[in-house]
């Protein structure tokens, strides 16, 4: 194991591809890139059963109460992105301007979201070539004494070692990052487009069955039965 541990290659590769990679990003971009590795041990906080439960009994206290009851239920909301929606409704927004402020919040979180996908992006991109980099300066260190034959294993070793760095920094750790975190903001985007329909339909005062076939359209039809069997919405 101590064959693959040197602390120049290390210089090189990570310390050369996190450098280049700063270079390309706003300093608190690439701090805040490097801190979204913790986004990728978490869940994400809406579950796309419950919004969309959740959007359904709105649906039916406004089809019994009125649009004026879902401020009373809003109070009980925990998810921001849904409570602005229902809060804008019950100010009597014109559908059109609601679209417009939901959709606009919805592209400024998935904006941020790309800023740190793109920043392991980056770093995967740059690792393996600064991994050839590192092998490069090795290769011609070992050229540089191949009068001494004994020293050629162990510069050539080195000098490879440096590739490695690379691959894992590309292939280990940066493009399984950038692919969960690519997942996670789907997800999210998928359960904040949900909830802007929803609550349209909720605004247009729409049946909330109708709402409810609207939005198991979202789901795949494995989902659909097991999610929704509990939404009960009524007529």
């Given at each position: 194991m101590?064959?693959?541990?040197?602390?120049?290659?290390?210089?090189?590769?990570?310390?050369?591809?996190?450098?280049?990679?700063?270079?390309?990003f706003k300093l608190a971009e690439?701090?805040?890139?490097?801190?979204s590795i913790t986004l990728t041990f978490k869940s994400p906080k809406a579950d796309v059963g419950e919004v969309i439960r959740h959007i359904i009994d709105l649906s039916n206290i406004a089809r019994k109460e009125g649009l004026l009851a879902l401020e009373e239920a809003a109070n009980g909301i925990e998810d921001e992105f849904l409570k602005k929606g229902v809060m804008l409704v019950v100010d009597g927004t014109d559908p059109e301007l609601v679209r417009g402020i939901?959709?606009?919040?919805?592209?400024?979180?998935?904006?941020?979201?790309?800023?740190?996908?793109?920043?392991w992006q980056r770093w995967g991109s740059l690792g393996p070539a600064w991994g050839?980099?590192?092998?490069?300066?090795?290769?011609?260190?070992?050229?540089?004494?191949?009068?001494?034959?004994?020293?050629?294993?162990?510069?050539?070793?080195?000098a490879l070692v440096t590739t490695l760095y690379g691959s894992l920094i590309a292939n280990w750790l940066c493009t399984p990052?950038?692919?969960?975190?690519?997942?996670?903001?789907?997800?999210?985007?998928?359960?904040?487009e949900i909830t802007v329909e929803g609550l349209l339909s909720i605004q247009a005062g729409e049946n909330p069955r109708v709402i409810e076939e609207k939005l198991k359209s979202f789901l795949s039809p494995k989902m659909r039965e097991s999610?929704?069997?509990s939404a009960g919405g009524e007529e």
């Open positions: 101590q064959d693959f541990v040197d602390g120049p290659s290390v210089i090189i590769t990570i310390g050369g591809s996190l450098a280049s990679t700063l270079g390309c690439f701090i805040n890139g490097l801190k939901m959709e606009a919040d919805l592209m400024s979180v998935e904006e941020r979201h790309k800023v740190n996908i793109g920043f050839m980099i590192g092998t490069l300066i090795g290769l011609i260190n070992m050229l540089a004494k191949l009068d001494d034959p004994s020293s050629i294993g162990p510069s050539m070793a080195v990052i950038a692919a969960k975190l690519q997942v996670n903001n789907d997800e999210e985007m998928r359960i904040k999610v929704l069997d």
